[in-house]
């Protein structure tokens, strides 16, 4: 019998959860079926299920606004780098078509991480926790549909939370009924404090406070600090572009051209991951290279990680033109080559605007 991979992989759904989520569920049901026949004289735990609601509310309301402030300090998901623009759709996994498609959009990004924050900031407060139910359970059923529409490994925990938000409106089910369905009147159903002592009731309102204000910098910070260090990491790429190779010299000291058709088609520099370089051949095969760079000397050194053989040394230098010239050794060769980049503009996906007016629909 085969060992069950127990490694983080960044993916939720692997096996071991599954199996860990059976086993657990299990057990739950076996101890509420001993502890229910054990006790079964007491008719009601009116602490333990108060606590049980204070529990799922603040468990789903810090993981929502984690979640909130990931997509409004857009960070989940980031927009698409030169080699993800290059890429086709057919070469794209579904998670990944969803992440370039959340990622292009930013104001959509922006306004479904508002609306997580507004749950979980309702969720917080015993008065308001049937509104922060509602706008959670709209919020997570997109969240979960995408998940399984587009295969993304967070199926288990996404599911979960949209139970758990069902399970918060469900305390309010009467009062549901009574305005969805029976058009009648209601009385509003206010949730009981976990504690009902007044110095215990005080000091768990300070905590509260101080918990979440802390919560909440170091979520927004640490969001901030990752954005930002995305953004550095595209001003440090030396050559960041998409170049379309015009030349070949086959030896790097003389001007012997090859004429036939071109080996090398272009060259794409990734903008947020410098060490990224992709190269797509004449067959239109992409070949993604580990890349360093030394500015200093400008010389950039790439290397295929599945075959060491198969690298890259050479020195770069952008003439007055903006042609990008490159001359040293691909794998057993001396070769010289002229490169021009292609404006960024100039691919649709980036230059077509936003427009009010729309004279007919523009779907290509």
């Known amino acids: ?39 079964r004289r007491r008719p009601s735990y009116v602490f333990l299920n108060n606590f049980l609601i204070t529990y799922v509310r603040y468990y789903v309301a810090l993981i929502l606004f984690s979640y909130g402030m990931a997509k409004v300090i857009p960070t989940q998901f ?8 290059m890429k086709t759709y ?33 969720l917080l407060f015993r008065r308001t926790v049937l509104l922060g139910a509602l706008v959670m359970i709209t919020v997570m059923t997109n969240v979960v549909a995408m998940n399984y529409a587009f295969d993304v490994p967070v199926k288990l925990a996404s599911t979960h939370y949209l139970i758990f938000s069902i399970g918060l409106a469900m305390l309010f089910k009467k009062n549901l009924l009574a305005l969805f369905f029976l058009r009648k009147t209601s009385e ?38 990752y954005f930002n260090s995305i953004k550095e990491r595209g001003f440090s790429a030396p050559l960041a572009g998409i170049y379309e190779v015009k030349q070949i010299y086959i030896d790097s000291d003389s001007s012997t051209m090859i004429s036939s058709k071109l080996p090398m088609k272009m060259m794409i520099f990734d903008n947020q991951r410098p060490e990224r370089l992709t190269i797509i051949f004449g067959d239109d095969k992409k070949v993604r290279y580990s890349a360093s760079f030394d500015q200093e000397n400008q010389a950039l050194s790439a290397l295929l990680p599945s075959d060491s053989t198969n690298s890259l040394d050479m020195l770069y230098h952008v003439d007055k033109n903006g042609k990008l010239l490159l001359k040293g050794i691909f794998k057993q060769d001396s070769l010289r080559l002229e490169l021009e980049k292609i404006p960024i503009d100039s691919l649709l996906l980036v230059n077509r605007k936003f427009h009010w007016i729309s004279p007919a629909p523009f779907n290509r």
């Open 1 to 39: 019998m085969e060992e069950i991979p127990a490694s983080e992989t960044g993916s939720g759904d692997t096996l071991i959860y599954w199996l860990l989520w059976a086993t657990k569920s299990m057990l739950a049901i076996l101890v509420t079926l001993v502890w229910s026949a054990l006790d």
């Open 78 to 85: 980031i927009e698409p780098s030169y080699t993800q623009l």
């Open 90 to 122: 057919g070469e794209s996994s579904p998670m990944n078509l969803l992440w370039t498609l959340m990622g292009f959009s930013t104001p959509y990004q922006i306004f479904g991480g508002i609306m997580e924050v507004l749950a979980a900031v309702f």
């Open 188 to 225: 509003p159903v206010i949730l009981p404090p976990l504690f009902k002592q007044r110095k215990t009731f005080i000091g768990s309102q300070v905590f509260k406070a101080v918990f979440l204000l802390y919560f909440g910098f170091t979520t927004v910070s640490g969001n901030l600090d």
